[in-house]
């Protein structure tokens, strides 16, 4: 797969998108096959950017230090977090590694490579069933899901009838849905029995959705943020550097094996293309790029939130205010989304969060609160060990007004 986004860290895009000062444009809504689509329009957005308190996003903020002991360091890629776990991915060849919410170190899930119950070095998707103690781990290419207990051991396998590429998963009611990118009209979405691994439905997928071998790549997003929804984003490179998409968030209707049009934006802006994430069942944030170049690079060009619940957009940034107001990344350095399954996640090593800190103290802005919240986290921190967490439970809507 071709690396669309290059290297710049992405919560740089915060600087990029101005100062504080709101001017929000509509969202309507539209019937789409007798579905309820929203349609934002960005094209009269200016630069102006609201300044968004974490608070107003997630329901509390916790601080974790992950244990530093040989073997237990990480360099998260997407980390996945419930009431009693944190599972982390990692970029390289190595296994899935489990924590629990105090940062101890529990085990590795399984083993990578190619005997009975080990998969592949890539993954691209997890699940964590707390309820079930069981982990389900799905690899960049692959015709199974891979089943574990939360103690690392393999219990089983599911098998898909043909190759998964990219695939995402949802699971409710012990049926296991997954959505990937279908190739010359395979079928895009499966539903498995999550207990026995039997076939239950598959679903071909729309003409826009096709992808014909050969023609480009391709890669699906989904955040499942909101427990109800199973939201994904297909976004597809056809020939050199010429990123195209649907321009859609799409709903998985799994009680019904539909695909549903939920929500898109008007943008007039040439050369950009646009990532649509669902924080929760009101609001969208929308991440603006620039096409990539021959060398791969692609810069961010703003962040926009939409508020589907009183209808506006605006550029965005997010600040903890549980924690001296340091910058909120929406983006981590690796290009994922921090706002994933139910929760706000952002990790860095230590010696990264001192010098966001020390950069934060030397503001004018900082008041003598949030002084005292920063160097007394400041006190805490050592170079050198692992990686530390800032850990957010997401509200399920939106509460109040934002812009």
């Not at 592949?120 to 899901?145: A, F």
Request: glycine share 6%.
């Amino acid at each position: 797969m071709k690396r669309y986004f290059k290297s710049k860290p992405l919560f740089l895009a915060a600087i990029i998108l101005g100062v504080c000062c709101c001017t929000p444009k509509g969202v309507t809504e539209t019937i789409v096959n007798g579905n309820k689509m929203y349609v934002a329009s960005f094209n009269e957005l200016k630069s102006d950017t609201v300044t968004i308190a974490l608070s107003s996003l997630v329901e509390d903020c916790i601080f974790v230090q992950l244990e530093s002991k040989e073997g237990v360091y990480v360099n998260p890629w997407v980390c996945t977090v419930t009431d009693k776990y944190i599972g982390i991915r990692e970029l390289a060849s190595k296994p899935y590694k489990l924590f629990d919410r105090s940062g101890n170190f529990l085990n590795n899930i399984g083993t990578i490579g190619r005997g009975p119950g080990e998969y592949p070095m890539i993954l691209w998707d997890e699940l964590i069933d707390e309820r079930n103690e069981l982990i389900y781990l799905l690899p960049y290419m692959g015709d199974r899901v891979f089943v574990y207990n939360t103690g690392g051991q393999f219990l089983r396998d599911i098998v898909a009838p043909h190759q998964l590429t990219m695939p995402v998963m949802y699971l409710s009611n012990n049926i296991l849905s997954v959505i990937h990118v279908s190739f010359n009209e395979k079928a895009i979405a499966f539903q498995f029995d999550a207990n026995t691994g039997e076939l239950l439905k598959e679903l071909k997928p729309p003409a826009n959705l096709t992808i014909q071998q050969g023609l480009g790549d391709a890669v699906v997003f989904s955040t499942r943020n909101s427990q109800s929804t199973f939201d994904f984003y297909p976004l597809i490179l056809k020939e050199a550097y010429n990123i195209t998409s649907s321009d859609t968030l799409y709903r998985y209707d799994w009680s019904n094996n539909k695909i549903l049009p939920f929500f898109t934006s008007n943008y007039s802006v040439t050369n950009i293309y646009k990532l649509h994430f669902l924080l929760n069942k009101d609001f969208v944030i929308t991440s603006l790029h620039t096409n990539p170049t021959e060398s791969g690079e692609s810069l961010m060009k703003g962040i926009v939130g939409t508020d589907l619940k009183h209808k506006k957009s605006s550029f965005i940034k997010v600040v903890n205010d549980y924690y001296g107001n340091i910058p909120v990344p929406i983006f981590s350095e690796n290009q994922n989304i921090n706002f994933l399954k139910g929760y706000w996640v952002y990790t860095l090593p230590p010696d990264d969060l001192i010098e966001v800190i020390k950069n934060r103290l030397a503001e004018r802005s900082c008041t003598d609160n949030d002084r005292q919240v920063l160097q007394k986290m400041l006190s805490t921190l050592k170079e050198g060990e692992n990686n530390v967490m800032f850990i957010g439970k997401l509200k399920d809507e939106i509460r109040t007004k934002i812009f």
